[in-house]
Structures are given as C-alpha cells and as structure tokens.
C-alpha cells in the first residue's frame, strides 16, 4: 500500500479529535470490521487510523427516566447481553442479538454501524421507531434529521444515543440465505400516545410511514394496514429481491409486527 | 511504504513483541509474523469464519481485526485448548463424533465452540446452530459438529462411538493433527527464499486485449517478474487438454478448445488468467495487480446457455458455440415407445450452476532445485500422480522422472481440485526462471471466477409410460453449459456420467439422451461433486413426479410399480450399465416407514392449521461410481486406465506401512485404509500407518474423485495384504515343515491345520528380513504392491424423502424432516459413511434452496464473488438428517463395498424440490429461493 498509515489508540474524546485534526486522510475505527476489509483491498486511503475502543466516554449503557443511553462504543454483543437494555427495551436486544454472527456482533459497535456509509444497518429502523437523539462531537441530531442531512460531517464522531422508551416493540427483518443484512426489515413501536413504523432495507437509510402510524393511532390492528400508507417511491427493484416482493415483504412484517405489539 | 508499530500480544500464555505492519490483520500477523498457521483464512469478506480466534476470551474473525487493535491483548488459538494430554475435552467430543472431516474449518469452530461453552452451554442443537451461524463448514453438513458441542455442553464423557465390523473406536488417525490445527494445508507451506505469485484476471467477459500497461508497477518495490501468455509460448508450454474423447453424432471428434495458460490476447470469461506476477511478498502480489491497467476492446459476451446457439461466436475458429453433439441410446425404440403410449409428460428442467466452494483455496507452490535439476510441486489437488503426468507430457515442463508433486493435507475439494489448472503449472515453471520457489494460494474471489464451476443444464425432458403406469421410455434432450473452455473432465460428465443414469433403479427398457455441449463466455465447468449423475437423477425424479401428479397416482406408487427388483439382479439398462448388486424395493420400504411417509396429510393438516404450507418429496437414486473398469473408460473415451495401486509394507520391526496411490481431502483414508490392512492381515491399527498424496515415496495412483478410494484403492489394498498373507504362509509353512496349503490364517496368526504349531506374523516378518532358515526360492522382504482395475463400477443406491414446510407469505421454506436410506453394501467406518452423507445432502439442500452462480447476462460479470452472493449453508439452515442403511454387498471388490462420496448431493436436489411440488402444486426451479417461491403461490392463487 503507498500510504502510511499510522495508527493511534487515543484514550479521549478530546485526544481522537486532536489526533483528527492533525491528520491528513484520518479515519475513525470503531470494531472496524468492514473498514479493515477494506483496507486489505486496496479500497481505503488513509493517513491514520484512530482507534475508538479504549475511549471509555464512548462506553456506558443506562437508563434515566423515559430514555436509554447507549455510548457508540459499546459492541452489538454488549448491548444484546445488558440486563438493562433486555429489561428496558427488549426489543433493542432482539435486534443486536441479531445482527450478523456471534463474531461480528463481538467487533461491531452502534456508532460504527449507525455511521457506516457502505451498509444498512438494523439500527438505522431503531433510530427512527424509536426517536432517537444521536449526540455527536459536534451537534445532537433526531434521527429523522441525521438521514435527511445524509448522515456524519466530516470528523464527527457519534459519542451516544439516546432512544426513547417504548411501551412495546418489535423488530422482524426477513434475510437473504447468504447474508443477516435485511432485505427488508420493520420496526414497530408503541408509545403511550403514538407510535412508529420504520422500515430498513437494502436502500442505503431507513425511513418512518406516517401515514400508517397515523392509522395506527386510530385503532391498532394489523388489519388498518394499507400498501397506499407505504412510500413505495423508496423501494426499488433490485437483484435481490423485485419491488413487489419487497412490498410484500413489508407488508408481511408490518402486519405480524403490529399483532405483536397488540 | 507500510508504516510499522510495535505490537504487544500474549498468544496462548505466551508475550510476543514485535514489530507490524499498521494495517495488516491479526490473521496475517499469527500466520506469517509469529508461524502460527492453525489460523487459516477462508474467504476475502469475513463470512466464513475459519480465521476465528479468541480475543480477549471474545470470539472474533482475525481477518477483520487488524494486529494493532489486539495490542496488549490477549489471544487464543486452537493451539490454546489443549488442557493436561494433546486434546482438550471437546476436541475429543469433536474426534469420537466425528465433527470434522478436511479439518480445515475445525480450528475455528472448536474456538467458537469453547467461547459458547464457556458462556452458557445450552445442549439445545437449534441454539447451537444458531451460534454456529459465523463458521461455515462444507464437508460435514453440521451435524456431527453440533451433536459433539451438545455432548461437550451436557458435561457428558467423550464416549466410543459404536463399533461396526471394523470401525476404530477412538476417532480417526487425522484427527490428532487436524484437531489441534496442524494439518498441513499447501498455503502453510514456507520455502527458503520463497516468492509469491499473483495473476491478472481478465475484468471482462469476452474481448481482446489492446494493452497491458505495467508503468504503476515501478511504484512498488519487490516485483521480481511479469509473465505473459509470449514468455509462456516461447518457452513452449502448452496447455493441458481434455481427457476424455466424445465423438460428436456426425462421427467426428468433439470441437475441443483449452484454456491456455495464459491468454494475453484474447479472453473469453471474467477471471481467466492473463498474466502472472511473482513479487517478494503475497503483499505486493496482489498490490501488483491492482495495479496493472488493462485495455480491453470488448466484445457483447454470450451468456445465456438457452440462446447461445444463436449467439455470436465464443470462439472464432469454430462455427458455432457447439462442442458436440452427442447421442447415447436408441433414438427409434424409444420413438416407438413415445408413439404408442398410454400418457406422456414432458416438461424443462433446469440444474443450476454451482461452485464447489470448498474452505480450502487453491494453492501451489512450486520449487526448482537447480543442484539435482528436479521439481516440487506442493499442490492442493486430489491427484498427484495425475498432476505429475500431465505437468510432464501434455503442459512440458519438464521428464515426469524429474517432477515431484506433494500434496499433504486437503481442505475439502469436491471435484474442484482434480484438475490441472493453469496457476500450478505456471508456479513450477517460474521457480525455474526466477531460481526460487514460487507460491500462490487463491484469495476467495479469485476462487469463485479460477475454479471450475458445476451443474447448469436446460434439459427437454419427456417419459412415456403404458396403461399400468410402467414406464415404457425417457427421452432427454440437453444443452450442457461448457464454459469458454472444455475442461478435463468436461466432456464426460455431462455425456456418459449424465446419460447412463437417466434410468434411476427403474425397470426402463428405453432411453436415449442428446446432449449439446456448448461454449459461453463463463468459467469452464467440470465435475463437481456427483458430476452427471445428480443431473440425471434431478431429471428422472422430477419426470416421474410430474407423471405422478398427472395421472393421479401417488408418487410412491408410481415409483414402486417401476423399481427394479431383487430377481432382476445383476440388472443390464438399456444405456449399458450392469447393476451387479441391490435391492431397491428394501431401501425404498424401509424410507417410507422411517419418514412415516403414510401419515404425512395429518402432519400436514397441522401445518396449515398454522398457516403453513407442508410438502413431502422422494427421491430414488442408484449412481455408477468407484470409477472404474479401465477398459469400459476406454471405449468411452479415456485417454488413460482408471485402477488404483497400494504397497503394503512391514517394516523390520513388524510395524505396516500402506502405501497408496489414492488421496484425501477429508474422507479419513489413513483410518479406513488402516482398518483394512488390519481385517485383512490381523495388525493393530496404532502400528499401521498410511501415506499418500506424494509421488516420491507412493506407487502410481489414479487419486480420488468418483467414490473410488475405498472401492478401487482399499481394493488395491486388500490384494496387496493378500499377497503377504500368501507369502507369510510360505514362510510359516518353511518353519512347520509342511506344505502351504496346510497352513492357515486368521487374525494375524498362521497356524499348522493338523497340528500345534503357530507363529505371529510379526515373527515371519522378522524372519522375512532376516532370513538365514528360509524357503529357496522366495525373495526376502514383507512387502507388496498391487494394482486393482475393477471389474464394474459400483452401484450405491438409496431413498431419501425430504419434507418441507413453507411460509406462503414470505416463500421461505424450511426442511423440517430427512431421511435417507442407503445401501453401500459393506461399511467399514459407519461414521465416516454417515458423515459423507450429511455433507453431501448439505450441498444438495444447499443446490435445491440455496445455491447459485450468478453472471450478469448484458457484462457477463460473475456476481456471485463472496460467500455474501453465493449461499453456501449455514449450521441453522439445516436440520439434522435421519440417516440408515440397507446392505447388498459389492459383487465384484473384495471389500464388497460401494462408493457413498457423492450419493448426498445425488439424492438431495429432487427430494427437496419434489417436496416443494408437493407443497404448492407447482414446480419452480432451483434454487427455489423464497420470492420464487412467494410468486408461484402468488400466481396460482391469482389463477385459481
């Protein structure tokens, strides 16, 4: 590889930006696993890497008052494993315990799924179902404004997020043989006067239907569900699976969701 | 320039400080920096999970850890387990149930497994697949591995498995090595001074070459060489060609194109070799190629195997896309069997391309020793002796008497490896040029576009039957998908492997089989693991399934008024095989009882009770294999004899030796081909060893493919220790005073029939070797070879019955139950048996659901590039499969056994999609992916 590529481990928020600042082509590394793929094809160029794991602020997962915290750093695995995260929000534990494998879930960190460019994660359907604040280094942004603004500026940094507590909540994503990344994948929520319904898939963000959480407010029953609450101008036929079977899929998943949060 | 850091790391117990690379992986570090080589990587995306180590007592893939995010930490290897003797607990559990086959995944999953172990062990097998769902394996289809994890996580003692006839209590011989992770697989291999190869692929499908432009090249430092297709022609090399000779129907031979090894001109498929780069290190080789900027002036490629007859040409010297076109049967009777039939049914059926996908890569390494003028080739391959030839007589590289190809452990292989590929030969001649040895392993992409590809038939299938439901004929008409080139074996798998078993164990007395062989712009195809006779039998089963529904009789009862019977045997078909032993009706009654196929509506009124929709599928197979009587492979085309050779040796101190010209890539031959020296010459099995798979010190052999080992090999085997059973007697009976025939043998003694005298045949072999009270005539020494042509194929045979439930829904189905019902005749290690079967009815599961290699038609760029395009199953895709056996022994080997290699991946295909008809109705074809599946309900819903 013609770059050099120096490697840092900074112990501090303040130290990783620091080091940012300083550098050239920098990249944060948070387990890294697609990044360090990458890099062994010749895909990335970078200056330094700055590794995130041993910054203890980016660590943490607690509850206070109507939201639960989770520090970006904390791994997939982790956050499947906490008895506060099982007991508060259940259906965040379904969803970490899983994505991927055993493996990756034990690299994997939400900040770096949430600010990976290349994939959808699962997460990006909790963010949006359940209304989370995604604080930064340099802002705190809703979810709903994070994927409009297209995600990270340049050298921001996810330290935490913050998801609302639901009443109720269920995720179910329909998977391809080869690969646990969605196909398409639904979130639905209840809260005490509203709900959600956000939808992930192969498309590179996840997207709320307002229409439909319209109508579950009215009466929450699979059988309000109708494909015109859907933005169907958000799907679009691909290799792995034609537009008429992501929408059946969608309306599968929605409709079991809703039974479930019945 | 890579910039180095200095890394911290304990390793099993041990620190380490050294220096690394910033950028390089945990993976590359323990392999290449620290020699840790039971950490093996797999693939190029992370999904395979053979690279798996523990971090931190953490479970992760060390191909997507770089070393430095390991600093201060603490790693654990398979190298690690080993608690107070050589193998831990669960590697023992691993061994005696034996989890592991090729052994080359098994490092891995024993580290996952400890990790699950560890946290919470739930003998349940659904969690335990589930958390398998990060290792893939190829060769054992999971079973065994979760049933070893299940007895480890229940505390249980590693038990002795059931001793059969001859089977060996303790695990297999391989899996003291390959437990602790030190098999020895080709890419483990480092030579003195090595170097490291590289090639450029061709990016487009079919084009010429404008320019090859090396300028970015002298931005790296350590390229020692470019080769291209001109250095190869100048040193005359020539590419090896097809081995086997099909006549087309107009009497002429088949329009033969071979891969060159090298195409810097011309190409023809995404990923053929252009040109081959040697560097100091595997780094700047792949570096190397990416930096090499090709013009191509492309071609439109012809893709579609339906429309390439009327496509441009693939090649230009030919007229047509067509290598041959071949016929075997008899075209009028059958005619006349189709004329006057009582009901005919016809229909398409399409067998999908596949690729092997063994864990294992390619590799060679290749090394010429100037002092003495000879080579050695260190190969991934399943037959060494092949290889030499080949590398001598057909590519040139130098007298076969100076060519040494050594091939230790394989890591699974499934047909892929037996061919002389171009990237081995070109290893062992560069390491002449370059005056050092020379070294390439495939990375996992390079692999799926390098390997020969399998399957991918568009057959025009029809069966005539009479009044009584008798099948009368089968008339197939198939367009066989060559590739852009015809590979070794590629002319004979789609035509006599494929056609002589369009009868299945039916009574058919008419077949005839046309079959077009035809070019495309995609890699060639060749044998893959069943090679023809998983198309015909998808082809048969799936016809007598559709004759079925048509005539409203059900599937069993239609293919019980057909089966051939016991009285029958030996049986001749109509296509020219001699079924010399079976009983057909036996396996097939006894599937029906354990698959309770009689009382499958109730279950499946359940299902639908949940919404579910269930379907049962048959699948009746009988395969001709343990390839094979040398001269019938003659007039069918071979260029070479198909026996096997073994020498069977005792050493001074009575220790054996076998010696055979066959291979493994996982199959356990040093523990069954021990097992048979011992039955037949009454020694030990912990003073018998086994060595194969290197020319220098084995007897020519033909290898393995074609469930041959045991039958042709073991065979070879049995007629060698015989030998020395025969000279043992001579000896005894010198020492008795008496004649030969007056002496007997069993169990390793020779004793006088009419009297006291005995003595051990460790006693005559020290005699054998001391020989100073010795009969005249006889040569000193205990030990002989033989060579073994068989005298027919064998005919394993079975019934597997597949039940599925589907989501309407979503399409996805699940199989919820299989049963497979095998007659192998005898069987020296039941669980290797077993385990052949799990693996090899994954990989039909696998092709009915799951499995498919993609090309873009308009670029002909192959999509499926990574394990995340191609679906090769995972441990929670599977269920666990009921396995049993029925006995006629082999009439004709003096094992009396049958092949039982490939049987899996023949019967699995059309039980699963015959259970899928029986579900909706409809036939969809392969892989019956969930949205194909989604769609034909959607479609006979909207019809109905």
Redesign the interface.
């Given at each position: 590889m013609n770059i050099s590529s120096t490697f840092h481990s900074p112990e501090t928020i303040a130290d990783a930006e620091a080091i940012y600042r300083e550098s050239k082509h920098p990249i944060y590394l948070g387990g890294g696993q697609e990044l360090v793929l990458r890099l062994q094809h010749d895909l990335e160029h970078v200056s330094d890497l700055i590794e995130l794991s041993n910054i203890s602020e980016l660590n943490g997962i607690y509850a206070e008052g109507p939201t639960l915290s989770i520090g970006a750093g904390e791994t997939h695995a982790a956050i499947a494993g906490s008895a506060v995260v099982a007991q508060k929000v259940p259906v965040l534990s379904e969803l970490a315990s899983n994505i991927g494998d055993s493996q990756t879930r034990n690299r994997g960190t939400i900040g770096g799924a949430i600010a990976s460019k290349t994939r959808s994660s699962d997460w990006n359907a909790a963010l949006l179902a359940l209304e989370a604040m995604i604080h930064t280094t340099k802002n705190s942004h809703m979810a709903e404004d994070y994927f409009a603004k297209g995600g990270l500026t340049e050298g921001e940094l996810i330290t935490k997020i913050c998801f609302e507590i639901p009443s109720k909540g269920i995720y179910l994503k329909h998977t391809r043989a080869s690969s646990t990344d969605a196909v398409v994948g639904v979130l639905v929520t209840r809260f005490e006067k509203r709900c959600r319904v956000a939808i992930v898939g192969h498309q590179r963000v996840a997207f709320l239907c307002p229409s439909l959480e319209a109508a579950l407010v009215s009466r929450f029953h699979q059988d309000v569900y109708d494909h015109s609450y859907i933005p169907a101008d958000r799907f679009s036929h691909r290799a792995e699976a034609s537009l008429d079977y992501q929408l059946n899929l969608v309306e599968v998943l929605c409709k079991k969701a809703i039974r479930g949060c019945a | 320039?890579?910039?180095d850091?200095p890394l911290d790391i304990v390793i099993n117990g041990k620190a380490h400080a050294i220096n690394v690379s910033?950028?390089d992986?945990l993976l590359t570090v323990l392999r290449d920096d620290l020699g840790v080589k039971s950490v093996r990587g797999g693939c190029?995306?992370?999904q395979c999970?053979s690279c798996?180590v523990l971090?931190d007592g953490?479970?992760?893939?060390s191909?997507?850890?770089?070393a430095?995010?390991a600093?201060g930490r603490d790693v654990v290897t398979v190298d690690g387990l080993a608690e107070a003797d050589r193998h831990s607990s669960l590697q023992n559990h691993f061994s005696t149930q034996h989890a592991l086959q090729c052994g080359f995944c098994t490092p891995g999953m024993l580290l996952?497994a400890s990790?699950y172990l560890a946290q919470n062990p739930d003998p349940d097998p659904a969690r335990i697949r589930q958390?398998l769902?990060?290792?893939l394996c190829r060769c054992t289809g999971y079973q065994n591995i979760v049933r070893a994890i299940s007895s480890a996580a229940m505390g249980e003692e590693s038990e002795q498995p059931d001793s059969g006839s001859l089977s060996t209590p303790l695990g297999r011989v391989e899996d003291s090595r390959l437990l602790c992770g030190e098999g020895t697989f080709t890419d483990d291999i480092e030579l003195p001074g090595q170097l490291y190869a590289s090639f450029l692929r061709s990016e487009v499908a079919s084009g010429e070459i404008k320019e090859i432009d090396l300028t970015a090249l002298k931005?790296?430092d350590g390229v020692s060489d470019v080769f291209t297709e001109q250095d190869v022609l100048s040193d005359g090399l020539k590419s090896p060609s097809c081995s086997w000779q099909i006549m087309d129907v107009s009497g002429e031979p088949m329009r033969a194109k071979s891969r060159p090894l090298l195409s810097s001109k011309k190409v023809k498929y995404v990923g053929q070799p252009i040109a081959m780069i040697v560097a100091t290190t595997r780094?700047v080789a792949q570096?190397a190629v990416?930096k090499i900027k090709v013009h191509y002036d492309e071609s439109r490629p012809v893709i579609d195997l339906n429309s390439a007859l009327k496509s441009r040409l693939v090649h230009e010297a030919l007229d047509s896309n067509t290598a041959f076109n071949w016929q075997l049967g008899d075209e009028e009777a059958v005619q006349q069997a189709f004329s006057c039939a009582d009901h005919v049914t016809s229909m398409q059926i399409v067998n999908n391309r596949l690729i092997a996908a063994p864990l294992e890569t390619r590799a060679a390494n290749g090394k010429y020793d100037e002092a003495t003028g000879r080579y050695t080739l260190y190969a991934t391959t399943q037959n060494p002796h092949i290889l030499r030839r080949v590398l001598a007589e057909e590519v040139g590289i130098a007298s076969e008497h100076q060519i040494d190809v050594v091939s230790k452990d394989v890591g699974g292989s499934f047909g892929s490896k037996i061919f002389v590929y171009g990237e081995e030969c070109l290893c062992l001649w560069a390491s002449r040029k370059l005056k050092a040895p020379v070294k390439w392993s495939a990375t996992r992409a390079e692999s799926f576009a390098a390997d020969v590809h399998g399957r991918d038939h568009l057959t025009e299938a029809a069966i005539a039957l009479d009044r009584d439901a008798r099948i009368t004929a089968i008339k197939v008409n198939t367009l066989a998908n060559l590739g852009a080139y015809l590979s070794p074996f590629g002319s004979l798998v789609p035509t006599y492997n494929y056609a002589m078993m369009l009868v299945g164990p039916y009574s058919i007395p008419n077949v005839v089989a046309d079959v077009t062989g035809v070019y495309t712009n995609t890699s060639p195809v060749d044998a893959y693991r069943g090679a023809g006779r998983p198309e015909a039998t998808f082809v048969v089963e799936t016809l007598i399934d559709g004759a079925a529904s048509e005539l409203g009789l059900d599937p069993s009862e239609l293919r019980s008024r057909n089966l051939v019977q016991p009285e029958q045997i030996p049986y001749q078909t109509p296509t020219g095989l001699v079924f010399d032993s079976g009983d057909f009706p036996a396996h097939f009654e006894k599937a029906l009882e354990r698959a309770q196929y009689f009382s499958f509506k109730e279950r499946q009124q359940e299902s639908l009770k949940q919404g579910k929709r269930r379907g049962i599928g048959i699948s009746n197979y009988v395969e001709a294999c343990a390839i094979g009587p040398s001269a019938i492979a003659g007039v069918l085309g071979a260029d070479y004899g198909l026996w096997e050779s073994a020498t069977v040796r005792f050493l001074p101190t009575a220790k054996l030796e076998v010696v055979t010209g066959s291979h493994s890539q996982g199959q356990g031959h040093e523990t069954t081909f021990a097992q048979v020296a011992s039955s037949v010459l009454g020694v030990s099995l912990e003073d018998i060893s086994v060595l194969h798979g290197d020319t220098r010190c084995t007897p020519v052999g033909m290898g393995t493919y074609g469930s041959r080992s045991l039958s042709v090999g073991g065979s070879a085997v049995v007629l060698a220790a015989k030998k020395l059973v025969e000279k043992g007697r001579a000896i005894a009976a010198h020492c008795f005073n008496c004649q030969s025939s007056g002496v007997e043998f069993a169990s390793g003694v020779f004793k006088r029939a009419d009297g006291e005298d005995q003595i051990t045949i460790q006693e005559i072999v020290r005699i054998a070797h001391a020989p100073h009270n010795y009969p005249e005539d006889l040569e000193p020494g205990m030990e002989a070879t033989a060579f073994y042509d068989p005298k027919n194929f064998t005919y394993p045979s079975g019934t597997h019955i597949c039940e599925v439930e589907i989501d309407p829904?979503?399409g996805?189905v699940a199989v919820v139950n299989y049963t497979a019902v095998d007659d192998f005749g005898v069987v020296v290690n039941e669980p290797i048996v077993e385990g052949q079967l799990h693996g090899g009815i994954a990989q039909g599961v696998g092709q009915a659901?799951?499995e498919h290699v993609k090309y873009d038609y308009e670029t002909g760029n192959l999509?499926s590039d990574s394990?995340?395009?191609?679906?090769?199953p995972r441990a929670e895709?599977l269920p666990s499969f009921d396995i049993s056996f029925t006995e006629t022994p082999c009439e004709h080997n003096p094992l009396g056994v049958k092949g039982c290699g490939e049987s899996g991946a023949i019967a699995a295909p059309p039980a699963v999609m015959n259970a899928i008809y029986s579900a909706l109705g409809e036939r969809v074809s392969m892989p019956a992916?969930?949205?194909k599946v989604?769609?034909c309900i959607k479609r006979s819903a909207g019809s109905s």
């Open positions: - | 320039m890579d910039v850091s910033n950028v992986t190029d995306s992370a999970g798996t971090l953490k479970s992760v893939k191909c997507s850890v770089l430095l995010q600093n996952k990790e958390q769902r990060g290792n931005e790296l780094k570096q990416r829904e979503t996805s659901l799951w999509i394990f995340n395009e191609y679906a090769v895709s992916t969930p949205e989604w769609r």
